[in-house]
């Protein structure tokens, strides 16, 4: 990647390559109904030698500095807050036009000689775009009085005519529709350079260039020759702001009939040039492309006809597949094991449903198909499921579905045998066949798998797989079932190179024995005019200068640091408390181990021993809210994080509040005044939030109906830039969602599949939301509504988690934002666009291999597989007999022994007896509700006044009130070592379960 930004160090950068950006409600500005067909920016080293300025006696300088002196004298020479605004929001496009070098003695008046020769310099190092990064920089840090109509004056008399006139009205528009004919200019540039002799052409180009580049092109011709002279033509036309230019190069090629002007063809614009030079240079430029092309239908695949154009009735019999959706589906029509690697929003879902339509036909009559359908997650689940039912009913197939949220209440064995297509969450299928239930893959012809790049380690895909590959290497009684994978990407793991990736991708089609990778390469163009690819954007936003809430809290932190150490000076992870950084992933990774280590930390003075253990427990976990608090205020405001620690403190008052609390209490309340102060005080405003809320103004502005997905990493930032929205009044005009997982993690209970299917549903209607803040739960196979702006707040991860965000801006004209304070975070999604170039190029490679020669490596590659995991196969863990007791993890109160736990439906635990009934007190739940056969009525806590803490839930089964306990919330002691364990799942402690008996209720 070219280097888009070199900070003056006496000022503040204005960052990287910036899009376009209009100031809101300043100016009334025009744009054209559509984007261009393609847009796109590059960096790139310059060749120009350094130039020379105007004299400064010459009568053009004069002139333009008598006009500077007098526009300073008349109040409207001084720059507004808003024009300033509006030139930083346009500062990409003056960086990729002009060479300040030009007109730097034009602006002598303003500027200091160390400064002009500073950009000189950058000039002649680093290029005229680095160049011109240094001169805005320093040019909005004027503070003196007619700058800027200076500015424009020097524009005028350098010769930039087109950027005078787009800065002087605030309209872009005839820079902008240069940006298609730029494009194709630096794609032919190599063929421009190898047939045009620029001395022939330049007289007919010298009114789209400046008079000081026309010198500079016959200099270079007379001193390195007509091919140099040539390419420094290019760079010239590549800034030119004259909106002619395209045309006047295409008449001077014709008129000196040069071959060139075949491809020179300004009407096709870059439809049929070749993209194989701009795909070579991926890694060195950056690219920001996006096609534009006529609206076609859209389905659910994005294939047919707007839903309200089609009744529900009919709608899938409108389907009429794609010529690139035919090429994917065919090696798997033709009964090959095939991953089917296509982007985001191409339609999948439908090719998935072409195949098993294609399966169940082929079958001769007496013979039938059975086809099985994976989805990870359960809203994909929710919707591949409605899909299927649609599609196949109406041909007179029997399609249904199980999931972890229904498997319980159906037959499984009768819901398999009597359906056609079975659509399953994964795990359903994996505890079925190691139960016995399905008694093997053999009763299904067709396995699809969904997002399969998920099939590696122990994802419960790759369990599937092993015993599919087991039967297949073990010799199969009979055909196992074909293979389809689906996914947008499949990755490239932690490789370096091509050939690491291509290994990397030979052992995932090794996990789904699949013998074909099945990309659009016939039909490309085709695809490229369903599927809008996003202009990627980076925005590098400051952190706040001073942060006078991080300060307090972490002299709280401190604080509570030293009590946790003064209280147990034995245990060695308080020991290496010193120099962690507050606020960050890997203090709160520290703050775990800690936690841990307190819960099976053992005295020989049992109560001084639950003493300690209660006050590390506490300790720690305040220091856990802090940490959290401070990651809430470097990506929200600092109001957010208050009112996340508040909240906390409210529940530790309502909860136990013995002595430690009331300390750690107090001490948090001293500093309540001040905080709050913070908090209300503009100055430690987010300067991310201003830039995020910049973005949005500037994209609703442009298009009203913009649809956006807002990406984040966390659900308690989900709750604050939702609470920033909603209380901003410059962001009325959004009406945010939210999406999270259905997980629970600590406190946050995630959202249920109801509500996430209401959310869903009502962002595809753009009916009750037009943003939607999503954590992870949002990046990968659910169907989400086309949109045109897709925002990463500090938001990256690995090469196919970029792949499905960005997938997310489907509609025309899409936009994806990365924005972060952390040069490291763009600096990983740009090493993730290399390993994307790296997985297409190995899948090339892949693919012109002998098919033969492919299936062999494969086979290799699962013997070799299966010897690893054969020989590392655990046996069968024998469960404990010997008794055990549970003692509460915060207070290591005695609660129950194993003897006592009862195992209901397989999943639920109870104990039974008076006894543990003394052990809990019972609250009223905030969220009652019923699930299967239970009924959640209450929480319950341990019964010790000044401990609290939550062990579980008290629910009515069928007709018994039993508690269910969670074995996080305890410490595991063997009775006869007293070695203390600690396990955060039941299926990891193998102790002797016993199954619920009702008949032992009424003993």
């Not at 909106?243 to 060139?260: D, G, Q, S």
């Not at 549903?761 to 009750?768: E, I, P, T």
Request: contains cysteine; proline residues 5%; neutral net charge.
């Amino acid at each position: 990647m070219g280097r888009e930004n070199e900070t003056n160090p006496r000022k503040p950068s204005l960052g990287g390559s910036r899009p376009l950006l209009v100031a809101l409600s300043i100016f009334p500005l025009k744009f054209p109904k559509a984007p261009p067909l393609v847009r796109y920016h590059f960096s790139g080293k310059s060749l120009l030698s350094p130039l020379a300025t105007p004299s400064s006696s010459s009568p053009a300088l004069k002139s333009v500095r008598c006009s500077c002196a007098r526009t300073r004298l008349g109040a409207e020479a001084s720059m507004t807050v808003e024009q300033r605004r509006s030139l930083r929001a346009f500062c990409d496009y003056i960086r990729k036009t002009l060479d300040p070098t030009y007109i730097l003695s034009y602006m002598a008046p303003w500027f200091r000689e160390e400064e002009v020769q500073y950009i000189q310099a950058e000039k002649n190092n680093k290029g005229p775009m680095e160049a011109a990064t240094l001169f805005l920089n320093i040019l909005l840090e004027l503070q003196e009085e007619g700058w800027f109509r200076g500015f424009l004056d020097a524009l005028a008399h350098t010769g930039y005519s087109g950027l005078y006139e787009a800065i002087e009205s605030w309209d872009f528009q005839k820079i902008e529709k240069l940006e298609e004919h730029r494009l194709l200019l630096k794609r032919l540039q190599p063929e421009f350079k190898s047939r045009i002799i620029p001395t022939d052409i330049l007289p007919d180009l010298s009114e789209c260039l400046i008079n000081q580049e026309c010198e500079e092109i016959i200099q270079i011709c007379s001193t390195k020759g007509m091919m140099a002279g040539a390419e420094k033509l290019v760079e010239c036309l590549l800034r030119s702001d004259k909106e002619n230019w395209p045309k006047t190069l295409k008449l001077a090629l014709e008129k000196e009939r040069n071959n060139f002007s075949e491809l020179w063809n300004v009407e096709k614009g870059i439809k049929d040039v070749e993209t194989e030079d701009l795909e070579e240079k991926m890694e060195t430029s950056d690219i920001q492309i996006f096609y534009q092309e006529d609206p076609e239908c859209q389905n659910l695949s994005e294939n047919s006809c707007p839903p309200s154009e089609v009744s529900d009735t009919n709608l899938y019999s409108s389907f009429k597949p794609r010529s690139y959706q035919l090429e994917l589906a065919l090696p798997a029509k033709k009964g090959k094991n095939t991953i089917i690697c296509a982007p985001t929003g191409c339609g999948k879902t439908f090719v998935a449903l072409l195949i098993c339509e294609h399966h169940l036909k082929k079958f001769p009559q007496g013979q039938k198909g059975k086809v099985v359908f994976f989805a990870n997650q359960i809203p994909v689940y929710e919707q591949q499921k409605s899909v299927f039912s649609t599609y196949f009913e109406r041909l007179g197939y029997r399609v249904t579905g199980i999931s972890g949220a229904t498997a319980e209440d159906v037959p499984v064995k009768q819901i398999v045998e009597n359906n056609d297509i079975i659509i399953l969450t994964p795990q359903i299928l994996v505890n079925n066949l190691k139960n016995g239930t399905i008694p093997s893959l053999l009763v299904f012809t067709l396995m699809i798998f969904d997002e399969c790049h998920n099939t590696s380690k122990q994802h419960p895909y790759n369990m599937i797989m092993f015993n599919y590959l087991d039967q297949k290497l073990g010799g199969s009684s009979g055909p196992l079932p074909q293979v389809i994978g689906l996914t947008a990407s499949v990755g490239v793991g932690d490789a370096k190179n091509t050939d690491e990736a291509l290994d990397y991708i030979c052992k995932l089609c090794a996990s789904l024995d699949a013998s074909v990778i099945a990309t659009v390469q016939d039909n490309l163009e085709e695809l490229e005019q369903v599927v809008y690819k996003p202009q990627k954007f980076f925005r590098k936003v400051e952190s706040r200068i001073s942060n006078k809430f991080k300060c307090i809290i972490a002299q709280l932190m401190r604080e509570t640091e030293s009590l946790a150490k003064r209280i147990c000076k034995d245990l060695e992870n308080l020991s290496q408390i010193q120099n962690r950084e507050f606020g960050t992933q890997k203090y709160e990774q520290w703050i775990v181990t800690v936690q841990k280590a307190c819960m099976v930390f053992q005295m020989p003075d049992k109560d001084e021993e639950s003493r300690i253990c209660k006050a590390l427990f506490l300790y720690t976990s305040h220091l856990r809210k802090y940490n959290d608090a401070l990651i809430i205020s470097e990506h929200a405001r600092v109001k957010d994080a208050l009112h996340y620690l508040k909240d906390f403190f409210s529940n530790v008052r309502a909860a136990g509040f013995d002595e430690t609390e009331q300390d750690l209490t107090q001490r948090f309340e001293e500093k309540l005044q001040e905080l709050e102060s913070v908090s209300r005080d503009p100055s430690n405003e987010n300067p991310k939030l201003e830039d995020l809320c910049f973005i949005l103004r500037e994209e609703y502005h442009l298009n009203p109906e913009t649809i956006t997905i807002l990406f984040v990493k966390t659900r308690a930032l989900v709750d604050a830039l939702k609470n920033w929205i909603e209380g901003n009044s410059k962001l009325s005009f959004l009406k945010p969602g939210i999406l999270t997982g259905r997980s629970k993690t600590n406190q946050n209970t995630g959202m249920t599949l109801p509500a996430q299917k209401c959310i869903l549903d009502s962002f595809k209607a753009h009916g009750d939301h037009n943003i939607l803040i999503a954590t992870s739960v949002a990046d990968e196979g659910i169907d989400i509504a086309q949109c045109n702006l897709v925002i990463l707040y500090e938001y990256v991860g690995n090469v196919i988690k970029m792949i499905q965000t960005r997938g997310r801006g489907r509609a025309r004209g899409s936009k994806c934002f990365l924005l972060t304070s952390n040069a490291a975070v763009i600096e990983k999604e740009r090493i993730n666009m290399y390993k994307e170039k790296m997985m297409n190029d190995s899948i090339l490679r892949l693919q012109t291999w002998d098919e033969a020669v492919f299936k062999e490596k494969i086979l290799h590659i699962q013997i070799d597989e299966k010897f690893i995991r054969d020989s590392q196969e655990k046996p069968k863990p024998v469960p404990d007999k010997e008794n055990k007791k549970l003692l509460c993890r915060k207070c290591k109160a005695f609660a129950c022994y194993t003897a006592d736990i009862r195992v209901i439906e397989e999943s639920h635990y109870t104990v039974l007896g008076d006894a543990f009934k003394e052990c809990f007190v019972s609250r009223p739940h905030p969220q009652p509700k019923q699930f299967s056969n239970f009924y959640k009525r209450a929480k319950i806590f341990c019964a010790r006044q000044d401990c609290s803490h939550d062990w579980g839930i008290h629910v009515k089964y069928k007709t018994f009130e039993i508690p269910v306990i969670k074995i996080e919330s305890f410490v595991v002691e063997d009775i006869a070592t007293g070695v203390q364990t600690l396990y955060s799942k039941w299926k990891d402690f193998h102790f002797e379960k016993i199954p619920f008996d009702a008949a032992e209720m009424s003993r």
